[in-house]
T-cell receptor
């Protein structure tokens, strides 16, 4: 039973354009969400997070949107750069319960120069 | 700033051997996590320590797996005896804050384990 789903295993985007990565979750108790970026042979690197009291959080070129009614979050990267090519994982946590991060299976983003 | 340091980076050993993975968390972080990443199951939490005390080991797959945190700057994950299905990448992560705090976890670069 996958509580956090990233339905697109891969995505290709032209340099300078917007990249949109999507994530769906099923557990309505999740109230804290994160995005991690992972390069080959390295560990996941924290990118950006959002609490369920917000619907948007922005950090430079990265913006995370949260739609609680749809149980959906997305990561927008604008403008996309070749260095953004990596695997992106979303994670969710129930901070009133088990605190554990439940990770999605990842989306491989390729930004074409 | 030193991040989470894991050793070894790669380990290849034969079935039945004992394997010990090591982790040094970020200085000052009081929460430590061990994860396993496989193609089939993605990234799974194995065990979580807070202030060197194991809080939740429900993700540890079997009694063959054990983890310790003798002090704030060191943790080990041991597999004895190892089996081919234990082959995976094992990550250690640490965070600043207690249980339930919204502090992101910071990951090491992982140990790629291959059991022949």
């Amino acid at each position: 039973d996958q509580q956090v789903k990233q339905n697109s295993p891969s995505l290709s985007v032209q340099e300078g354009r917007i990249s949109i990565l999507n994530c769906d979750y099923t557990n309505s108790m999740f109230d804290y969400f994160l995005w991690y970026k992972k390069y080959p042979a390295e560990g996941p690197t924290f990118l950006i997070s959002i609490s369920s009291i917000k619907d948007k959080n922005e950090d430079g070129r990265f913006t995370v949107f949260l739609n609680k009614s749809a149980k959906h979050l997305s990561l927008h990267i604008v403008p996309s750069q070749p260095g953004d090519s990596a695997v992106y994982f979303c994670a969710a946590s129930d901070t009133s319960g088990t605190y554990k991060y439940i990770f999605g299976t990842g989306t491989r983003l390729k930004v074409l120069a | 700033d030193a991040g989470v340091i894991q050793s070894p980076r790669h380990e290849v050993t034969e079935m039945g051997q004992e394997v010990t993975l090591r982790c040094k968390p970020i200085s000052g972080h009081n929460s430590l996590f061990w994860y396993r990443q496989t193609m089939m199951r993605g990234l799974e939490l194995l065990i979580y320590f807070n202030n060197n005390v194991p809080i939740d080991d429900s993700g540890m797959p079997e009694d063959r797996f054990s983890a310790k945190m003798p002090n704030a700057s060191f943790s080990t994950l041991k597999i004895q005896p190892s089996e081919p299905r234990d082959s995976a990448v094992y990550f250690c992560a640490s965070s600043l804050g207690a249980v339930y705090s919204n502090q992101p976890q910071h990951f090491g670069d992982g140990t790629r384990l291959s059991i022949l």
